[in-house]
């Protein structure tokens, strides 16, 4: 089984919609991220958290939310979404003190 | 200027053949540095960490240049599955924060 999962995997929606993104992962990581990834560019932070009770933005948190359930989920909302959210959205998990960063398969989202 | 910079290519190699990539970054508070493989539509995964001293694992060899700011990856005896995506990754820290600045990627193609 996949140490870091998302769901859904693909997901078409309209504009204005609320949208949740879920991550879990079972590598007992403290630290969580969430990405996305729009073509011919890098991946661009949203939110990352360093354990259930830390939240921090990103470079491009703007009309997203985050929510750290527990240690092992995160999960990403867009609260109405927009068309210029359609992008592949990654989940990362890495260690304390550790620099490598475990990313899930990817959510691909359609705001249409 | 983008804190990573990399040639999107894509690089068109024949199979056996030597190709290396080159990447800079602008932060020279960067302290961490790594080479990601993502392919088509997936998530990206570590290829291998490059340290100061230059590193090597199989065919693939890393190597940084702190004064001139540039990382490198070397391929030799280029195999068709090499072909993908390979992100230059720089963890940038500050304070009590650090954050993975990702390359937009420079593609391979390996061809028969």
């Known amino acids: 089984d996949a140490d870091v999962t998302q769901t859904p995997r693909n997901r078409i929606t309209k504009t204005g919609k609320r949208i949740m993104l879920e991550c879990s992962q079972t590598?007992?990581?403290?630290?969580m991220y969430w990405y996305r990834q729009d073509p011919g560019l890098g991946l661009q932070l949203i939110y990352y958290?360093?354990?259930?009770?830390?939240?921090n933005k990103g470079e491009i948190s703007d009309g997203y939310s985050v929510s750290r359930q527990a240690q092992a989920k995160f999960s990403l909302s867009l609260e109405s979404a927009i068309p210029n959210q359609t992008a592949l959205y990654f989940c990362?998990?890495?260690?304390?003190?550790?620099?490598?960063?475990?990313f899930g398969p990817g959510t691909r989202l359609t705001v249409l | 200027r983008k804190e990573v910079e990399q040639d999107p290519g894509p690089f068109n190699v024949p199979e056996g053949a030597t190709v290396a990539f080159n990447c800079t970054y602008s932060?020279?508070?960067?302290?961490?540095f790594f080479w990601y493989r993502q392919d088509c539509r997936k998530e990206p995964k570590l290829l291998m960490s490059?340290?100061?001293s230059g590193n090597e694992d199989g065919r693939f060899t890393a190597q940084l240049n702190r004064a001139s700011q540039y990382i490198s990856l070397l391929i030799r005896d280029s195999k068709l599955s090499d072909s993908a995506t390979y992100l230059c990754?720089?963890?940038?820290?500050?304070?009590?924060?650090?954050?993975?600045?990702f390359g937009s990627g420079t593609r391979l193609l390996v061809r028969p």
């Open positions: 932060n020279s508070a960067s302290q961490s």
């Open positions: 958290s360093f354990d259930v009770k830390d939240i």
């Open positions: 490059v340290y100061s």
């Open positions: 590598k007992g990581h403290d630290r």
């Open positions: 990754v720089v963890n940038r820290r500050s304070d009590s924060s650090y954050k993975l600045i």
């Open positions: 990362a998990t890495s260690d304390i003190g550790a620099d490598t960063q475990y």
